[in-house]
């Protein structure tokens, strides 16, 4: 469950926002899942697996406050202490169907390894990324080379302009993922799709769901976001 | 048999044991490691019915520490017996209830359905708990209030009653001497101090609650004084918490007179921490040169009073 | 003037002031950097007579903390008058003298020479320093003695009198409401938290005195949360402090209420922090859409009470 | 006064000491003085110079807690932040005099500088070097290279067994340069040689005098160690 994984490269992708890919004991991992990461701080960080490839998993950050930014200074061959994987990951079980992806800022890392899996089952998606401006687009051409691909900025900057709902309302797909701030899982968990699952991003304490710390209302009780989730089906969470 | 310690209702093979809040019902650190190495395990507090708790954000971090508001959300007392007692039973170690409520019946109830179940072996009475409107904390601040309950649930509890200190107020020994004349078996000290941060880009409280508990190694200092003045004013027991994420720090909350100690935040840090700290401690006695680990206990203020 | 702060006594160019015992009397830092730049000096605290303080080791640190137990080391009230206050006076900066004793005819004595030179703008009454054996804390711990020497004070004073609140007690908003009745001009808060460290090497507090105050970063939130509390049921002014070390964590305590803050243990991480944070100000007002400073005091409060 | 300086290197030399170099703005530097060192702790660590060659200060440090962990495992490259020089130093004024330097541990840096200055004007020493054991000894060859050295260790497995006294007792000086830990500088300070200035080791806050940490008691008063120190004249400290 604990790692010490060691550093393979740490660089910067975008405004703000980093690659770091390091080298994993077990790389059995399901996309939507995350690892929590010691840093300088006191508390662990969650992380998205944003790939995964042989043993080495890459991780995209945005660099937010003290955590991330200590993440930021960790040069390859430098070890780091994470649990994981942890929570459970988007089903992939989605064979004749189309699956439509939409991402928000930090919340585009988990899809690009979904993506990548569907990809391999033979699965149709169309993935839709919101970012705030240009400068902070990451990991473009890698969506590209994996299906349609529609960027949106809210500034205009780049791609189309406003939120990742414009483009979702004239998307037909049978299945939705996504995963970003809460307004905007609010917003596609009321889209038109029809099979809706969001990945959310809570607070957390142990991230193992024992502290009761990440939880989020549920019809009829709560939910644990790190053991019972990330990702619910957009029925079983209330947003 | 260096690291045993037998306590009111408890016979501990060693002096540590995850804190109330930190550890759930221990389901999810069973997965990690063998929870039958534990000296004991204290569980998150139960009320009389099942609770929510708060809204979130629930935790903030600060420098060295974290602020937590989760507002006792647990299943209820009846449910934790049945529900969540018989997987902690099939574990050797020794279990400490941990007793909420708003009312002093609410107490009573939860203190008489946990401690009439065999695999609970003494009850931690938590009148100590910033986080919820009514209740806990009001009773943990002024000692008439604090002894009063203390009797209540050591009457209506058929096993021994450690009573959790509140480190917010302004004489941490009068608690300590009341709930001790009211029957209480033991005290474990501290809870967390009260605290808030405001997130400056809003203006706003981060915790939904605006106010939480303080806990981490930030407030270690504040807990090893605690229990230095307590246990040189009374006679029962203490079992000390706060901040302790190392083997040391174990070590420093025995020097100042705890006789067991309990590791909360340091849980989430690190989830193997107990276990480290519990394979740790032989060596570092060797290395200290002490025998049993209690041959130390509260030997800080024994040596001043020596020195001086 | 978007930082500009206008208190009893005091003009500030800028909220931001060294706190008392963490600045000396400013010679060292002069060295440094211009005082006049600073918004005021919170000066060391002066007692009726030179005192040399308690035995070393006097400081400790802690996770983001440190203990000290220096013990009102000073010169003596008449000694910092001649030999202190002339230095000081050459700067263009707003001077808040800090006055403590072990009774009550001490703190009058030092509250008339203090208040009695013009380079001194306002008295801190310090009721609540935890490393001195008699007088200091207990006088900050009960609001009747808080109260009551508060009055004699402020009759002694020719100029606004301060209060400095100790954390270490039960209800900070009693003792916030004590102060105010018998006419204090305004609140500092917090003073450190008792605290202590045990080395397990020798089994020995480390610090000297054993018990010594907490101060740092690890302290901030419970200095939040009390100085969110007490300004929602005073009327004058609080200048907050413990734990600020960075531009955020000034608009932190402007946000919870206070309208000034003093910076204390940071100077010794960084002598140039006040420095820094009165450039960093302004960018970072823009950066919020802040005009001015005070425009954003209590809106943590403020906005939950519309938020709900 | 604030420097941030860049590590140059940094490695162990002996049992838990490391010897680190760090390229300065000025390096003016008398020998004796300290640098306040900013690590990853709250509080600053002052370190002795031990050596100064062109803008390049060496620190030798031994491995104690948090703070001296942190500055080993910086790498050439790192920029350190650092206060200083600060303190006064050793009087190099010794013309015609003999001088015996006697270090103990952590206490023995300061002097190889001071040792240094001292054969640059020409003043003969003689050094005694106390250490806990053999593996402990550090920067033996580099004091052997200045003149007279005499080692001294406590369990006998290297040099002279025993405390630095031993030796110091049979030895012929006019002034003693000492500094090391708090019992040895009491038997130093008491010792037959006429001139003894002695380098108090105390906790420091501030460092730079005022916050009255690091006060020593001396006749009729107190003295600061950061900066009316950290060497004095051992009538004027009372130790
Ligand atoms: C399941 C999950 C997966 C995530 N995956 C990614 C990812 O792949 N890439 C990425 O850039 N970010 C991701 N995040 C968000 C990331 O955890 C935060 O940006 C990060 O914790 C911020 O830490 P900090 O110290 O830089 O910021 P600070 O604001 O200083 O952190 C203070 C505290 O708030 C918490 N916090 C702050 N922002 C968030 C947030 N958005 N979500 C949860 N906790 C937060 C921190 O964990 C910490 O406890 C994920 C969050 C969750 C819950
Ligand atoms: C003027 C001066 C010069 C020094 N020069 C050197 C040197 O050249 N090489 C060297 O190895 N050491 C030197 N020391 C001692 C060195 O400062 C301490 O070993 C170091 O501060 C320990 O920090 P730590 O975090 O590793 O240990 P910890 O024990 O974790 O430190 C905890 C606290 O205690 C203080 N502390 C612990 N030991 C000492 C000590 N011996 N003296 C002062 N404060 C202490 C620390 O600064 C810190 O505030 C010097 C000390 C002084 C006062
Ligand atoms: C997330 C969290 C939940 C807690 N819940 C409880 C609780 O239910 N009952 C209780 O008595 N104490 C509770 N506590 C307090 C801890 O048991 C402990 O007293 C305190 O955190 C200090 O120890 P630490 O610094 O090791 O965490 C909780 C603490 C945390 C951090
Ligand atoms: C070394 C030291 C000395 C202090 N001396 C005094 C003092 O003389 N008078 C006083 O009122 N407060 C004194 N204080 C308390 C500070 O003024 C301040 O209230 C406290 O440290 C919290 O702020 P901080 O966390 O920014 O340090 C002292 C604090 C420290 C660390
Ligand atoms: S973070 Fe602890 S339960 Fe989810
Ligand atoms: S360390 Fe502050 S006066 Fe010397």
Request: some cysteine; glycine content about 10%; aromatic content about 6%.
């Amino acid at each position: 469950m604990r790692q010490f994984v060691t550093v393979l490269s740490n660089h910067p992708i975008a405004k703000g926002a980093m690659e770091m890919k390091v080298s994993v004991e077990n790389s059995v991992i399901a996309p939507g899942t995350f690892f929590h990461v010691k840093t300088s701080e006191l508390l662990r960080r969650p992380l998205s697996v944003a790939n995964v490839e042989g043993d080495v998993v890459t991780f995209l950050y945005k660099i937010i406050g003290k955590g991330t930014q200590d993440l930021a200074e960790r040069r390859p061959g430098d070890v780091l202490d994470v649990l994981g994987p942890l929570g459970n990951g988007f089903p992939l079980e989605q064979t004749g169907k189309r699956v439509v992806l939409v991402g928000g800022g930090i919340g585009v890392p988990p899809l690009y390894y979904t993506r990548r899996r569907l990809a391999d089952r033979g699965i149709e998606t169309v993935a839709i990324l919101g970012f705030d401006t240009k400068e902070s687009v990451f990991y473009e051409e890698a969506f590209c080379a994996l299906g349609e691909t529609i960027i949106t900025t809210v500034d205009g900057s780049y791609g189309e302009a406003g939120f990742v709902t414009g483009p979702l309302a004239r998307i037909e797909a049978d299945v939705l993922f996504s995963c970003g701030p809460e307004p905007m899982l609010k917003a596609v968990a009321a889209s038109h799709i029809e099979e809706r699952y969001v990945s959310i991003e809570n607070r957390m304490g142990c991230g193992i769901g024992a502290c009761f710390a990440c939880v989020c209302e549920a019809p009829g009780g709560y939910v644990k976001v790190c053991s019972d989730g990330p990702v619910f089906r957009a029925e079983e969470v209330t947003l | 048999m260096r690291l045993h310690v037998s306590l009111p209702g408890l016979q501990l093979k060693n002096p540590i044991m995850p804190a109330s809040g930190c550890f759930g019902f221990g389901e999810e650190f069973a997965k990690l490691y063998d929870l039958s190495m534990l000296g004991g395990i204290m569980i998150k507090a139960a009320t009389g019915e099942s609770r929510f708790g708060n809204a979130t954000p629930r935790v903030a971090e600060t420098a060295e520490g974290m602020l937590n508001a989760i507002g006792l959300q647990n299943p209820g007392a009846k449910a934790i017996v049945s529900d969540k007692l018989p997987f902690l039973s099939t574990f050797d170690t020794e279990i400490i209830a941990n007793v909420a409520g708003s009312t002093p019946e609410e107490y009573v109830y939860v203190a008489e359905t946990m401690s009439a179940d065999p695999t609970v072996k003494a009850l931690e009475l938590n009148i100590s708990c910033p986080n919820v409107k009514c209740g806990g904390m009001q009773f943990g601040t002024d000692p008439v209030m604090a002894a009063e309950l203390t009797r209540l649930v050591k009457a209506a509890s058929s096993k021994p009653v450690y009573v959790k200190l509140s480190p917010n107020v302004t004489s941490i020994t009068n608690m300590a001497k009341a709930v001790e004349a009211a029957g209480a078996d033991g005290i474990t000290m501290i809870n967390t101090l009260v605290g808030m941060r405001i997130d400056v880009t809003t203006g706003t409280p981060i915790l939904a609650n605006r106010i939480g508990g303080l806990s981490g190694p930030a407030i270690k200092p504040v807990a090893i004084r605690m229990v230095y003045e307590v246990a040189q004013v009374v006679d029962i027991p203490i079992i000390g918490m706060g901040g302790v994420r190392t083997v040391d720090d174990v070590l420093e909350f025995i020097y100042a007179g705890a006789s067991a100690v309990a590791v909360g935040t340091a849980n989430f840090e690190n989830p193997y921490v107990c276990q480290e700290i519990i394979e740790a401690l032989p060596h570092r006695l060797d290395e200290l040169g002490i025998d049993h680990i209690l041959d130390v206990r509260g030997k800080a203020y024994e040596q001043i009073v020596s020195r001086t």
